[in-house]
């Protein structure tokens, strides 16, 4: 009934980015299922920044979006909201996701959505899911169907005020929603792409994944190539998350994970971060061989060096 969203063209929703034809990506690297054997696990969401405080703050809101599939309704997902969320998310996944609530004093929402909807229609309307963030065991949801309109007003509100890219949006996004809302003065939050929890729901690390498609060499990726121009807010972004989780816990460490979709390319780089919001530069990166298939045995390569990077960091504080 509820599926993933996809990155595609926002003006050709078939037409996807490049990929790497043999390594997979990260996302598969770093599953849950490849997590797991490690006792850990992964959690990601779109997040919003308050750009109107001094200094920018974290709004405690975060929000994890499912497309509904197009012959299933908003009345059939009320009528079953529980059982499909644990079929969908998977029973440990939410406890763990109720758990990161209360440590993180994060309210959790799931942004459910028929993205076949005209959404430059007000009548047009999105589900909205809190999930119930408090010290008992049980779940507990509270749903409402909101209107885009009053959708797109509480994007402002959370963001501090309008917030827009140009008036030309979004090339690829994860929804014609978030493709629609590119183009006006609500744009959608954006996400991290990864954050590595303990079997306490403790964050360990803050993971961004940057596609490398240019031929040069994977050893000159390296974050001043985009920082601070031309991607300098969707860094400060995540430095100001990183430092807001970091409030209840050590220092997280902030990682760039580079990744090529050319074939000729053997290798990824992992990236360690330093320096403050708005001074983001290289602490130490080092290459990795990319998994030559799609086994525990490769992936588990790839998460035995992010656990020592780990370690480095937390040496270093």
């Not at 031309?230 to 997280?252: H, Q, T």
Request: aromatic content about 10%; charged content about 20%.
């Amino acid at each position: 009934m509820l599926t993933r969203p996809f990155l595609a063209k926002c003006g050709d929703r078939s037409s996807m980015p490049k990929s790497h034809p043999s390594s997979g990506s990260p996302e598969e690297w770093l599953s849950d299922e490849m997590l797991a054997p490690h006792k850990l696990t992964g959690i990601t969401f779109d997040f919003f920044v308050n750009w109107n405080e001094t200094p920018n703050s974290i709004t405690p809101i975060i929000w994890i979006k499912r497309l509904l599939l197009p012959e299933f309704s908003y009345q059939q997902v009320l009528e079953n909201l529980e059982n499909i969320l644990i079929e969908e998310f998977g029973l440990n996944q939410l406890k763990m996701l109720k758990s990161f609530g209360v440590n993180q004093a994060f309210s959790i929402q799931f942004i459910i959505f028929n993205d076949n909807l005209n959404w430059s229609n007000s009548t047009s309307e999105i589900l909205v899911v809190d999930l119930l963030c408090n010290n008992d065991d049980n779940l507990s949801f509270i749903p409402s169907v909101v209107s885009i309109d009053n959708f797109k007003i509480s994007i402002r509100e959370n963001s501090g005020g309008a917030i827009q890219i140009g008036s030309k949006g979004l090339i690829y996004g994860t929804s014609n929603l978030e493709c629609h809302l590119s183009g006006t003065n609500s744009l959608y939050p954006g996400d991290v792409d990864l954050i590595i929890l303990d079997n306490e729901s403790k964050p360990l690390c803050i993971l961004e994944f940057k596609k490398h498609t240019l031929n040069t060499s994977i050893s000159l990726q390296q974050i001043s190539n985009y920082y601070p121009h031309p991607d300098g807010r969707k860094y400060n972004r995540l430095a100001i998350l990183k430092d807001y989780l970091s409030e209840n816990s050590l220092d997280i460490p902030f990682f760039i994970v580079y990744y090529p979709t050319n074939s000729v390319f053997t290798h990824g780089r992992l990236e360690l971060l330093k320096g403050l919001v708005g001074s983001l530069s290289t602490k130490a990166a080092s290459n990795f061989l990319l998994p030559t298939d799609n086994s525990t045995l490769e992936y588990n390569k790839i998460i035995e060096k992010l656990i020592k990077a780990i370690a480095y960091h937390n040496s270093q504080v």
